[in-house]
Every structure is written in C-alpha cells, then in structure tokens.
C-alpha cells in the first residue's frame, strides 16, 4: 500500500503542476511525464523505508539477490552475510556455542559487531517471534533458503526509525513475490583436513491463482552438518597459553614451570592444563592433595605436569540437523488492500558434548541409609577431622568437610 501511495502523491504533484504552467510546451510535459515514470519505477520498499541510491542517502543498504547467495555455495544465510558484507560479523553459531545451552543451534549475527540484540532481524519488512529465550534475536536459519528472494542489509544505526533494537542497524529477508512452479536442489559439501561434511536438501513450489490476485509459495528444508572434532585439526591439538613479557620482551608461553619465551622452548614444552582430572584436587590452601591413577593419595599437585587438557574435549563444531518448513498466501481485496498469512516451522537439533568440569571443594552427594532410612551426605577424600584420606566417607550429620568430585568418577571407595 505504501507504494500505491506514493505514486498517488506523485501523480497528484503532476496534475498541479499542469495547472500551474499551463504555458509550458506540449515538449517539456511529455519528458516531465516520462522523468516521473522513469523514477517511479526505481522505488522499492524494504520494511517501512523506501530504498533509494546509497549515494543519495545517510543510510547505505546493501542487497544481496538469490543468485547470488546460491553461488557461494554455504548452506548457512548467515555465514554467507559473514563471508560476504564486511559490516557483517558472527554472533551465535555451531562453532562458538560449545558452551552455551541457550545458544546452541541458533545461527545469528551482529552488524559491526554491537550485538545481536542491536541488529533487528525482519522477514517481509515484518518483525517476528526470537528464536532464543535468552535474547531478541532471531535466527536466520529459519528461513528456508529457497524461499528467499533477496536479502536487504541497513547497515547504518536504524533506532530512529525501527527503535533501540536496530542501533546496529537491519536485516530485512524479502521472500519470494512472484515465483511460480516447482524447484529442488541437493547440496553436499565436506572439507580436505576432514569432519564436517555437509548435506543440504530443499523443494518449494510457488502458484499464482484467481487470475493473480493470490498467490502461494511453500518451502520445505532439510539440512546436516557433521561434527568437526580437535582431531579433526592438528593445530588443534596443541596446548597453548600465551602472553607477552616486555621485560623480556618476548612472546612466553605457559610451561610446566610457568610462562617461558617461546625463542627459549620447543612445542613439546607447552602446556595448557586444568585441575579436572578424576578424584579432583582439593585442600589446595594445604598442600593441593589429589589421587594419581592408582588411587594414591598424594600432595604435590602440578597443574600443568599432572592436569588434563580439557579442551580436546571441545567440538571444533558440534553437529546440527535442521529441518524447516514455510509458507505464505496473500490476497489482493482490492486495489489498495492486501491480506496475507504466513507460517514459519523450524526445528534444529544439536548434541554438545561439554568438556568435563571439577566440583568446588565444597560439594557433596546426598544420600540415604537404606536401614534408618536416614539421609546424610558423601564426602570424597576428606575425613570427618578435616584431614586427607584414601577412600570415601558417608557421614550422617549436618556439616561435613566436602573433598572434591569429578564427572570421570563419582566416588572411590576401597
């Protein structure tokens, strides 16, 4: 309706000034008219702003057409933005939400990388309803990618126009207007170090009915993509901690005997270590007691020497399969008034194989006497004197002095 409009006004603008100078030749009336014309048919409306030259106006807006988002080969609209628009940085995606439970297989981003909480997302210049429960976004992904026309990206501050949500600015994804028939592509895609193979299937069908006053589009998605493990990578695989020393002046890297100069060391020499190891570390204000793999109680602890790498645990990036479905009707009552209905389903399923994590010196696990029926609590390594021991303890009464559990063994017990 806002395009009618605007030609509505254009054309009114031309009848008054026909009236106004009806001295001018019959000449410059035809080129007036055709200038009109020509203008007009250059409008185009993204959301509620109508899009001009960049150059003409303070808020540049990048386009990105179909074609060309199908020739660059990614199954993912967001890394294709990333790889594409320089003002386009990554925000949530399987390679950086290995930690994140609220996050995991969404797939957002952020423009100049003021948070995607500042980057408003539309489809069809129409807000929609947050893929997280954490935050306001919304995840491209869920858009089949034949459905998409044309991606529209304000890439200047929008907050005047769109509110606080599009400080960064606004991504608009325009689906499909006009496109009739059937359509079906296969995609498969694997990378040469290895892992991450991946597997793209789609169809959609568009129809236009009631001598083109309706029209319908459907879409249907189905995508895969394997997991990419650390040893997957050898760069991966190795151990680093670093910083820079300017007493030394020189890059240092964390060894078993702390930070060292790289010029100084080999590769073999680095260390990044955790205490996470079986059995924990605790009483470490005592002398760090910990239990080595033949369950012997002992006192000297060196996290870099005797720790774990925790993150050869960590997924390079975790496995995702995503199934999307989506259609639209719109209906044209009349000249000026449209309806339209549509209907977006995602559902993207992702396992995240955390890296494993110690418990504080302070927990416990409940437990119940079976005889008594009497609860109380276990305490690993840790006597009811306070001092270290070499096996595990059930204590039934209210305070104890808690060692340390792990995720690899919950108990020792001899």
Known sequence: MRLRTTISYAFTFMISLVFMGPVLAQTSEDTTEQEEEMALEEVIVTGS???????????????????????????????????EIPQVFESSSNTNTQSSVSQTGLSTINLRQLGSNRTLTLIDGRRTVPNSYSGSYVSLSSVPSSMIERVEIITGGSSATYGSDAVAGV???????????????????????????????????????????????????????????????????????????????????????????????????????????????????????????????????????????????????????????????????????????????????????????????????????????RPGRIAIGVGMDGEPENHTKVYFDDFVICGLNSPFVSTYSK
């Open 49 to 83: 702003r109508i899009r001009r030259d960049s150059f003409n106006v303070s808020t540049p807006l990048v386009q990105m057409e179909t074609d060309q988002i199908q020739d660059t080969g990614l199954g993912s609209l967001s890394e294709i933005l990333i790889d």
């Open 171 to 373: 991504v608009n994804i325009i689906t499909e207007q006009d496109r009739v028939g059937f359509g079906a592509n296969a995609r498969y895609g694997w990378t040469p170090e290895g892992g991450g193979e991946e597997v793209t299937l789609d169809a959609n069908y568009g129809l236009e009915f009631s001598d083109g006053r309706g029209y319908m589009f459907i879409a249907a998605e189905y995508l895969e993509q394997e997991v990419i493990d650390q040893d997957d990578r050898k760069r991966a695989r190795w151990e680093t901690y670093h910083r820079y020393d300017y007493d030394q002046m020189c890059n240092t890297m964390l060894t078993e005997d702390s930070f060292q100069c790289t010029r100084d060391i080999s590769r073999e020499d680095w260390r990044n270590r955790s205490d996470g190891i079986a059995g924990g570390v605790f009483m470490e204000s005592r002398g760090h007691f910990w239990y080595d793999e033949s369950n012997t109680l002992r006192n000297d602890f060196n996290e870099e020497r005797d720790g774990i790498y925790s993150q050869q645990f960590v997924k390079l990036r975790i496995p995702n399969e995503r199934y999307n479905l989506a259609g639209k009707i719109t209906w044209d009552f009349t000249d000026n008034t449209t309806g339209f209905f549509q209907l977006h389903y995602n559902r993207t399923e992702s396992v995240n194989h955390k890296s494993p994590e110690d418990e504080y010196e302070g927990a416990y696990v409940g437990y119940t006497d079976p005889e008594p029926l």
